[in-house]
Structures are given as C-alpha cells and as structure tokens.
C-alpha cells in the first residue's frame, strides 16, 4: 500500500441509491468502479449518486464504522494505492471529510493515530474487516497530512433525522462537565484538601470491599524502606489508606496551583507523544508541590469495564522519598454516569466530593528513572503531564499569578491565611526576528513551505553553573517562503497483498 497525502481539493463522495450507505470508490485505469463497504449487506449491486442527492443516506464511522456519527473532520486528501499482484495498481480516493462517532472523535482530537487503530481493528474483527497492519499506516498518513488539528463540526445527519426506536451509537454519551474557572481554583483546591481528610478513605474503602485494588506509596508500609517500590493494598491492607489520604490532603493543601490555557493544553497534549518513556527530572518541574488544572482534557481514556470516556483535566503531586506521587483527576459530574444533576443535587455533590474525584491512587515516578506504565492508558495520561511540566519552565509559557474570587480571598482573610494566587500558563507567541541585512546572496532558494514537526533535545545545560541537565521541546512549525505554496506529503509502504497478510 501507498499513502499519499496532499491538500488538493476534495472529490465529491458518492452512495449507494438503493440502501443510502456511502460507497468505496476505486480508480483502476483512469476509470472508477464502486463498492459498498466491507460492513455493508451486499444483496444489491451498488446504484452510484453523489451524496447530495441521497434522501436515505445511513451514515457510519469512517474509523471504525459504529452507526450515528456525531462529528465530521477535515484531513488533507488522501489516495491509497493497493498492489494486488493480479490487476496492477488501485487507487482508493478517500477524499478529506470522515466522519466519527463521540469515541473515534475524541481520538482525532487529541491525534491519538494508535488509539484509531485499536478501536477500529477492534470492531473490525467482529465482520471480517481489515486488520490493524492495513489501518495503521492508514491512520498514521492521515495525520501526517494534516499537520493541525482538524477542527470538530457537528454532523447533523443521523442524530437528528434518526426515528425513535431505531438504536443509538454503541459508544457512552462523553459527560457533561463545567469548565474550572482560574478565581475558583483556590475553592477547589480546598475542597480537595477536605475530601481526603473525610470522606476520602470511604470513598477508597467502598471500592476494595468491591474487590478493586489500590497503588499506594511502599514506604508507607510497615518496616518499608524509604525508596521502597508503590505497594498493592487490598481489602484485607486497608490501614495504609489512613496514611495515604493524609499524605494526599498534605500534597494538595501545600500544592501551587496551576491553570493551562487551551492553546497550551493543546501543545503539551501534542508534545506528550514525543516523549520516548515515562521519566522525570526534579529540575524539570515547576513546583515541588501542586495541582494543575487543564482548561480542556488533556486526556480522554475510557474505562475498561463499561466503555465510558473519561475527561482528565487536573493532576496533583507532592513529594515522596527520591521521587514524586502523581494523581489525576475528572470532573466529580462523571461519577453521576451522564445522569442530569439538578442544582440542589449538584450542590451536594460539590459538600460531599467537591469539583474534582480521583481516577485512581496514582503512580510514583523516580528521579531520573523511567516508569513502565501497566497501560497504554496511563503511559498517555503520565506522558500529558510530563510534556505540560516540561513545557511550563520553557520560555513558550508565559506565567501570570491572579488573585482569586472576592468572595475566596474574604474567607481566608477570616481564616487569617495568605491571599491566594492562581499560576495562569498561557502560550507564549513567537516572535519572528528580523534577519541581518548581508550583501551576500544565499545560494539555495527554496520554493515551497513545509512542516517541521516538533521534538524534544535531551541533555541541556541548565541550574547553577549550568551543572544540571533537563529536556527542552522545540515547538513544531512551517519552513520556507512566506508566498511559497504549501506542500505536505506522506508516503507508507507496504510490500506484498494486503488481502493476503496477517496480522503477526
């Protein structure tokens, strides 16, 4: 297979008259044939109309095929070219709109090529459809044409014009939450600190008496070694929950508190998957305490046993012996499952649990030393914070302190405590820099723009007497001609017949 990716117009799509599904369109030889898709009933021969003129049409997923797409991006075009050893060359024009379901568009946005893979080979298997070596350099290409992220538009097609006792998407609803605005944050932060002197412990303890089981530092056990590895706790070792919901109150009532702004979470969510392991330096962090606070979720994983997405948009951690104890949380909406709170219940919800509930104990990452992760899930969510933390201390973040809410800044007044401030990260914008007259002439003329994708440079000198070492990231950006057209392209090689390989 060859993928080429450009930025030519689209090609207008065509479906099936007869059972309104969109068609594959294949070009062999200059002509088009059309085929209805590998999901597709195929008890009628395809009957092509653009899909403007389709009255009936039954949109699906173009990653994984779920029915009732709720979204629709703008990738550059790609053309697929199948060696089939038999008829020569077959190009597969897949135009540049696909349309997603909530899962499948959740994975787009945050350009997570691998997690399309995994869902879209996963609903595959259930029909006989392509396998993960066929959709892999597919969805790769995909984003390698597209170098921003494509912008989310509702689909108005199935979800409204779909009768009421015909079935949904098989994906969970996303929960609904408020956004954490920065003047709230120190209210937020001390209703944390009260859920883990309260109701923290239940909270845990409910789920062990349900057989989960819980990640806690190791030198809080018993005869433990300072450096001892994170420690398992179950139902039957529950006495270290005191020590750690005491700790976590700590970490969070000494935290700084920091709020990201979209254009940063966007750029840390992006540069998380440069990242080559999980691992951190102390002089790569920006406070030895904190709880920072995303605008948007910098991380969507979805929970194993029901299939519900869950939005991370905050993480605390505080010190532990050689290292630091990290924590994510969602939105305490989420507990709710999607169920509409009304303002009385929403007002409980925030005395009982407040604005944020933890999605696990946490991890403990070591200085200087990698993490192996036990899921690609929480290898992403750690890789997110790390990219955010590294990002923070670079000169692309432009940090503000802002005073809280009057109403926030009264009370710890009463509370005869410091008035509270909010670390506010915005991105900073770069500069360009007028260059230097010279009257000698370059010899290379470049014709074209093109995009230089970011990366991390190991090893830079920083501290006193730049005797410290830490990683910097170098932003992503377009180079050459500001009038010079714009050329992105990407080609995947796969040798042999794709009908006939198998996924090893």
């Not at 597969?92 to 709109?97: D, T």
């Not at 396998?131 to 390698?144: D, K, M, N, V």
Request: overall charge positive; aromatic content about 6%; glycine content about 6%.
């Amino acid at each position: 297979m060859v993928i080429h990716g450009d930025l030519q117009p689209a090609v207008e799509g065509y479906g099936c008259a007869t059972c309104g599904v969109p068609l594959t369109v294949i070009t062999a030889q200059g002509e088009k044939a059309f085929l209805h898709p590998a999901r597709s009933p195929e008890d009628h021969e395809p009957q092509p109309v653009p899909l403007a003129q389709l009255t009936n049409m039954q949109l699906v997923c173009d990653f994984c095929s779920a029915p009732d797409p709720v979204a629709s991006f703008t990738f550059g075009k790609l053309d697929v070219a199948m060696t089939t050893g038999e008829a020569g060359m077959q190009m597969h024009n897949l135009g540049s709109s696909w349309a997603a379901c909530e899962s499948c568009a959740c994975l787009v946005e945050r350009r997570d090529a691998e997690g399309l893979t995994q869902r879209s080979h996963k609903r595959a298997r259930r029909r006989g459809g392509p396998g993960a070596h066929i959709l892999r350099p597919l969805h790769q290409a995909l984003f390698a044409a597209t170098p921003g992220t494509p912008v989310r538009r509702p689909l108005a097609s199935s979800a409204t014009t779909r009768p009421a006792d015909s079935p949904a998407t098989d994906a969970p609803a996303a929960p609904e939450f408020r956004t954490l605005r920065p003047q709230m944050l120190p209210k937020v932060r001390d209703r944390l600190v009260r859920f883990w002197r309260t109701s923290g412990r239940n909270h845990l303890l409910d789920a062990l008496t349900a057989g989960e089981t819980y990640k806690v530092p190791g030198h809080m056990l018993p005869g433990a070694a300072l450096d001892a590895p994170a420690a398992t706790v179950d139902a039957d070792n529950t006495e270290p929950m005191r020590q750690y919901t005491a700790l976590m109150a700590n970490h969070v009532e000494n935290a700084r508190i920091f709020w990201i702004d979209p254009d940063f979470t966007t750029l840390a969510a992006h540069a998380a998957r440069d990242l080559p392991d999980v691992r951190i330096e102390s002089v790569e962090m920006p406070a030895p305490d904190g709880l920072l606070i995303w605008h948007t979720p910098i991380y969507r994983p979805t929970e194993p046993q029901t299939g519900v997405t869950v939005p991370i948009i905050a993480a605390q951690w505080g010190p532990v012996p050689g290292g630091v104890w990290v924590t994510f949380y969602t939105p305490a909406e989420v507990l709710t499952q999607g169920r509409q709170l009304t303002e009385r219940q929403l007002q409980e919800l925030r005395e009982h649990i407040g604005w944020l509930a933890p999605v696990s104990t946490g991890a403990g990452l070591r200085f200087g030393q990698p993490y192996a992760p036990a899921s690609e899930q929480t290898r992403l969510m750690l890789c997110s914070l790390i990219a955010t933390w590294i990002l923070t201390t670079q000169p692309d973040a432009e940090i503000t302190d802002e005073p809280a809410d009057k109403a926030t800044r009264k009370a710890y007044q009463r509370a005869n405590r410091p008035a509270p401030l909010v670390r506010i990260v915005r991105l900073r914008r770069k500069q360009q820099t007028p260059r230097a007259t010279s009257d000698k002439k370059s010899t290379r003329v470049y014709t074209r723009r093109w995009w230089v994708p970011g990366f991390f440079r190991e090893n830079q000198p920083c501290g006193p007497g730049r005797t410290l070492r830490r990683r910097t990231y170098v932003r992503g950006h377009v180079k050459g001609p500001a009038d010079a057209p714009l050329i992105l392209t990407d080609r995947v090689h796969v040798l042999g017949d794709p009908t006939n390989q198998h996924e090893q």
